[in-house]
Nanobody, 118 residues
């Protein structure tokens, strides 16, 4: 399995930006489809965005479309989530996840907290 470590979370004012990173180690990162998820207090974990193993195709939840962008650098074994125009509703713990040659996510990071103040 691949090991994942998120970073880049923090406190930001509404309208601001953050870029999350997810560093991968272990098995070949470029073989994994990757995703970002988030979980707000008292709520279920929700899908945010995904990207294919080669970066060719991406998908974003409607709630973040036009504001967030998922990307990856397979030479650096790193997944990114650029978050612009942040809203208080984006406050959550953000997790990256990996799926080996399918979309069954079976490796997860520990999460990074994003807090957006009004």
């Amino acid at each position: 399995q691949v090991q994942l470590v998120e970073s880049g979370g923090g406190l930001v004012q509404a309208g601001g930006s953050l870029r999350l990173s997810c560093a991968a180690s272990g098995r070949t990162f470029s073989s994994y489809n990757m995703g970002w998820f988030r979980q707000a207090p008292g709520k279920e974990r929700d899908f945010v965005a995904s990207i294919t193993f080669n970066g060719r195709y991406t998908s974003h939840a409607d709630s973040v479309k036009g504001r967030f962008t998922i990307s990856r650098d397979n030479t650096e074994n790193t997944l990114y989530l650029q978050m612009n125009s942040l809203e208080p509703e984006d406050t959550a713990v953000y997790y990256c996840a990996a799926a080996y040659r399918n979309w069954d996510y079976n490796s997860w990071g520990q999460g990074t907290q994003v807090t957006v103040s009004a």
